[in-house]
């Protein structure tokens, strides 16, 4: 392949489906990728003021840095942001089970958040009850991703609203 070819995972065209053969979510890893899966975005989401490119690229990402429930030691996972209004919230994509940071939050609301070059301390609250219902119908409503994504499981998608405190470092 000379430069100017691409393969299709090479492309920075939109995801627009959750069964994208393209979308990270749904390519092959070994234990070791996995393990390594977000490093290369964290740093380029660092690097880059909030920026990435791949698959992600257009996107809008933030890092949330939680409390592990059962380590304690801080972890930092990009997430997809997305708004409603004034809130911003985050889900995930993962199958099999609800993600660490998930639980880590449900355990500790003090999170922080990096959103482009400006660093948060924040609370982020994971949704129940009627709340949960409201925000997940207009959820799958207005996000085609996460609507094919709740189609595909059984269990509620996580949805955790994120509130902004003070910057730390802007």
Do not use: C
Not at 35 to 47: L, P, S
Not at 69 to 74: I, L, P, R, T, V
Request: net charge negative.
């Amino acid at each position: 392949m000379n430069e100017t070819e691409s393969t299709a995972s090479e492309s920075t065209r939109a995801i627009t489906s959750y069964d994208d053969p393209d979308a990270p979510w749904n390519q092959e890893y070994s234990d070791a990728e996995i393990a390594h899966w977000n490093d290369g975005v964290i740093q380029e989401f660092r690097d880059n003021g909030g920026k990435v490119g791949g698959a992600y690229e257009g996107g809008e990402l933030l890092l949330l840095t939680t409390t592990g429930a059962k380590s304690g030691k801080q972890h930092v996972v990009p997430l997809g942001l997305l708004r409603r209004g004034e809130s911003l919230y985050v889900s995930s994509f993962i199958e099999d089970k609800y993600p660490a940071w998930y639980f880590n939050v449900k355990a500790d609301s003090r999170v922080t958040v990096e959103l482009g070059s400006t660093t948060y301390r924040a609370t982020a609250r994971a949704l129940e009850g009627a709340e949960y219902d409201e925000y997940a119908g207009w959820v799958t409503a207005n996000n085609q991703l996460l609507a094919e994504y709740q189609a595909k499981v059984t269990r509620p998608l996580p949805l955790v609203v994120i509130e902004l405190g003070q910057p730390i470092r802007p």
